[in-house]
């Protein structure tokens, strides 16, 4: 089972940006995903990318502000967060393998989450 560390969270102003990682113990030749939980939430799908890279998908909410990317060659993930809200104040977490059809589902393994807050 591939292990996955989470990186990058921390306290931003509204309107800042974050960086978050994602470091994978080997290889991940699957579609990877964001995902977040707030305080009190389910937690929810933020973004995915297929192994190329050709492939983003993202939540209504994060489009046109948050970016996802891999580095195959480092075993990485990014989730580079501009623009933030309050509402964007959750623990996320990166998914090894995320099925895009409909329904959207995580099946891999979790990393530990990084938390972000956004103060207003």
């Known amino acids: 089972q591939v292990q996955l560390v989470e990186s990058g969270g921390g306290l931003v102003q509204a309107g800042g940006s974050l960086r978050l990682s994602c470091a994978a113990s080997g290889r991940i030749f699957y579609v990877m995903g964001w995902f977040r939980q707030a305080p009190g939430k389910e937690r929810e799908f933020v973004a995915a990318?297929?192994?190329?890279?050709?492939?983003?998908y993202y939540a209504d909410s994060v489009k046109g502000r948050f970016t996802v990317s891999r580095d195959n060659d480092k075993n990485t993930m990014y989730l580079q967060m501009n623009s933030l809200r309050s509402e964007d104040t959750a623990v996320y977490y990166c998914n090894s393998r995320v099925d895009v059809d409909n329904p959207l589902r995580p099946f891999g393994s979790w990393g530990q989450g990084t938390q972000v807050t956004v103060s207003s």
């Open positions: 990318i297929s192994w190329s890279g050709g492939s983003v």
